[in-house]
């Protein structure tokens, strides 16, 4: 058939790995557009033989690529990346037999981000299969935070998508050394974060008029968050993270509190943020308003923005706003950026385009 686009030789190869979810489909979306990398084949164990458009009706056109019942290490041979968009527990059981076979791995599950076997088993409720890959194997696959580091990588972590959102609207303090003691977080979520598989939570009629929370004090992200955040600077950080399921099919709002010595200049905080992200590509700070999801929907950016309060007991409260779309920069988008870091590649590459208004 006739391509809407010109086929041109591309200097890399990919393949995904569990294709058929909202995941694969953006990791997809994004690859058949990429001028650099080549999408040969998407293996799942769903939907084999049929065409990629038969479950994500967007790329009607747009390929010929069909799912693949392929093994993992059948669909990394020759490939320089693989892009692992399967569930969390699966990805782990998956990843050992692509060690192998030289290919680059990212992951978008949370099976190689945290570096602790029994933290993995507290919040994912199984026993690692690989735990000796989870110190130092896989890099966490946050660019503002970990970019020279995924540059060099074989394989990355990508974040999850509250962690990416959280982090962000954090980091400055982190790096600075202000962020100590609790803190809370609101983050509200749209319900693709969930999966493509259909379940209570997700039910259109439950959720369409409804917000609720899940896993208050609990949720699987917070062990990430801490551990990211201590590495950026803020040792001995708690975190106090409520999420709520929210009217939406994408998109993430997060609201974090922040207690900062009272010391510090206001002029000197707002600084920070802005010397943090002046030359990040994928994060902006809004100029005459506060982040808001429509903004970012559909795109990889995340936006950031933070409100100065009163001071209490010697700290001052900052409260922290990020957004950004789960999907994207919360989850295939970032899992791009870093593929194309660890390829030698432009990280912007397939990730600009600015989404649609409204």
């Given at each position: 058939m006739e391509l809407p686009f010109p086929i041109m030789a591309k200097r890399f190869k990919a393949a995904v790995i569990g294709g058929s979810g909202y995941g694969g489909a953006e990791l997809i979306r994004r690859l058949l557009r990429h001028p650099e990398v080549e999408l040969?084949?998407?293996?799942?164990?769903?939907?084999?033989?049929?065409?990629?458009?038969?479950?994500?009706?967007?790329?009607?056109?747009?390929?010929?690529?069909?799912?693949?019942?392929?093994?993992?290490?059948?669909?990394?041979?020759?490939?320089?990346?693989?892009?692992?968009g399967l569930p969390h527990k699966v990805s782990?059981?998956?990843?050992?037999?692509?060690?192998?076979?030289?290919?680059?791995?990212?992951?978008?599950?949370?099976?190689?981000?945290?570096?602790?076997?029994s933290t993995y088993k507290r919040y994912y409720g199984a026993d690692h299969p690989c735990p000796d890959k989870l110190d130092g194997v896989f890099v966490y696959?946050?660019?503002?935070?970990?970019?020279?580091?995924?540059?060099?990588?074989?394989?990355?972590?990508?974040?999850?998508?509250?962690?990416?959102?959280?982090e962000l609207a954090l980091l400055p303090l982190a790096r600075a050394g202000l962020l100590k003691?609790?803190?809370?977080?609101?983050?509200?979520?749209?319900?693709?974060?969930?999966?493509?598989?259909?379940?209570?939570?997700?039910?259109?009629?439950?959720?369409?008029?409804?917000?609720?929370?899940?896993?208050?004090?609990?949720?699987?992200?917070?062990?990430?968050?801490?551990?990211?955040?201590?590495?950026?600077?803020?040792?001995?950080?708690?975190?106090?993270?409520?999420?709520?399921?929210?009217?939406?099919?994408?998109?993430?709002?997060?609201?974090?509190?922040?207690?900062?010595?009272?010391?510090?200049p206001e002029a000197r905080i707002t600084e920070l943020y802005k010397e943090a992200y002046a030359n990040e590509p994928f994060v902006r700070i809004p100029a005459k308003r506060l982040p808001e999801v429509v903004a970012v929907k559909g795109t990889n950016y995340t936006e950031v923005g933070i409100t100065l309060g009163d001071v209490c007991d010697g700290k001052r409260l900052v409260a922290c706003f990020s957004a950004l779309d789960n999907l994207i920069k919360g989850g295939a988008g970032q899992g791009i950026q870093s593929m194309n870091l660890m390829l030698g590649l432009d990280e912007r590459l397939t990730l600009e385009d600015p989404g649609g208004w409204p």
């Open positions: 040969v084949r998407v293996a799942s164990v769903d939907y084999v033989g049929e065409p990629l458009s038969a479950v994500h009706p967007n790329l009607e056109g747009q390929t010929d690529l069909r799912f693949e019942g392929i093994a993992p290490e059948d669909a990394a041979k020759g490939m320089d990346v693989v892009l692992l782990a059981q998956k990843a050992p037999s692509i060690f192998g076979t030289g290919s680059r791995i990212v992951d978008l599950s949370g099976d190689f981000r945290l570096r602790d076997a696959g946050l660019p503002e935070l970990n970019r020279d580091r995924i540059r060099a990588a074989k394989y990355v972590a990508s974040p999850g998508c509250f962690a990416t959102t959280i003691g609790p803190v809370e977080v609101i983050g509200i979520t749209g319900s693709s974060g969930s999966g493509i598989a259909p379940q209570a939570g997700t039910h259109h009629p439950a959720r369409s008029n409804n917000l609720k929370t899940y896993k208050p004090l609990d949720h699987q992200h917070i062990p990430e968050i801490v551990q990211t955040l201590e590495n950026a600077g803020a040792p001995g950080i708690t975190l106090r993270f409520v999420p709520v399921s929210a009217p939406l099919s994408r998109g993430i709002f997060a609201t974090a509190f922040a207690h900062v010595d009272a010391s510090v």
